[in-house]
């Protein structure tokens, strides 16, 4: 079984790329919306966060992780990796991905940003025309899903932006409103991780056999509210 968490409902962009991927695979996406957002908290708030979600997910049989969250696998990935023996599996923002020098804007947490694993990625694969934006509060209002309130977000914190060309969408809830930042910023290329991750999951599953070629089962857990009805939409769209 495949255990995916993220900090809310932002993962279901990574859990939709592996359904089509590894579709015969049963999965528990575990959203962690009682300790949204992730991108704000310490690191050792983080780790310690993770390292409690990833427990849980092992103890209901997960052989493998997916950490479908930028921030939590920036952060906690070298911790968790030490700590247990299954395969962990982490996403990072694809700027590795970005291969012109055009104008590029990078956004994730707070974080990420700031995390040492984005420094070092930042740094080998920098295109010296690039912008690193920490979105604080994004996320939460991606959770809140009012339209109205994340145009204005955007409005205020990427309108200055207009014209650029890539946008690294560094935050796995980000792919989930491309549409209000074209509104915002024109039309750009998009990147993020949630195919290569998924990728990346087949591969490790591969290799370690842990393919099962069962029935596809999905089990949604969320920490606090039940946001089910969202995830299955989402999941759909
Ligand atoms: N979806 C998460 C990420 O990819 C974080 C959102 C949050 O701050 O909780 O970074």
């Known amino acids: 079984m495949i255990g995916v968490f993220d900090s809310g409902i932002g993962g279901v962009t990574v859990l939709k790329e592996l359904l089509k991927l590894l579709p015969n695979e049963k999965y528990i996406y575990y959203s962690d919306s009682i300790n949204n957002p992730y991108g704000d908290k310490t690191n050792e708030e983080i780790i310690d966060i993770?390292?409690?979600?990833?427990?849980?997910?092992?103890?209901?049989?997960?052989?493998?992780i997916v950490i479908a969250c930028n921030t939590a696998s920036a952060i906690a990935k070298d911790y968790l990796r030490n700590k247990y023996s299954i395969p962990i599996i982490a996403i990072e923002p694809a700027y590795k991905s970005v291969l012109d020098d055009e104008k590029t804007l990078v956004m994730a947490t707070k974080a990420t940003i700031n995390s040492d694993k984005f420094k070092t990625l930042f740094n080998k694969y920098d295109n010296?025309?690039?912008i690193l934006l920490s979105c604080s509060g994004l996320a939460d209002l991606i959770e809140e899903g009012n339209k109205d309130k994340i145009i204005e977000y955007l409005n205020n914190k990427i309108g200055e932006y207009k014209g650029v060309k890539n946008v690294v969408l560094g935050c796995t809830h980000y792919p989930l409103i491309k549409e209000?930042?074209?509104?915002?910023?024109?039309?750009?290329?998009?990147?993020?991780?949630?195919?290569?991750?998924?990728?990346?999951?087949?591969?490790?599953?591969?290799?370690?056999?842990?393919?099962?070629?069962?029935?596809?089962?999905?089990?949604?857990?969320?920490?606090?509210?039940?946001?089910?009805?969202?995830?299955?939409?989402?999941?759909?769209?």
Do not use: W
Request: hydrophobic share 35%.
């Open 180 to 237: 209000e930042i074209s509104k915002v910023l024109g039309p750009v290329n998009f990147y993020d991780g949630s195919l290569g991750v998924a990728k990346h999951t087949k591969e490790v599953m591969e290799e370690k056999g842990l393919i099962t070629n069962s029935k596809q089962e999905i089990t949604f857990i969320d920490s606090s509210n039940n946001k089910e009805d969202l995830f299955y939409e989402l999941l759909k769209r």
């Open 50 to 64: 993770s390292d409690k979600v990833v427990e849980f997910l092992i103890n209901k049989g997960c052989t493998i």
């Open 128 to 130: 010296h025309n690039t």
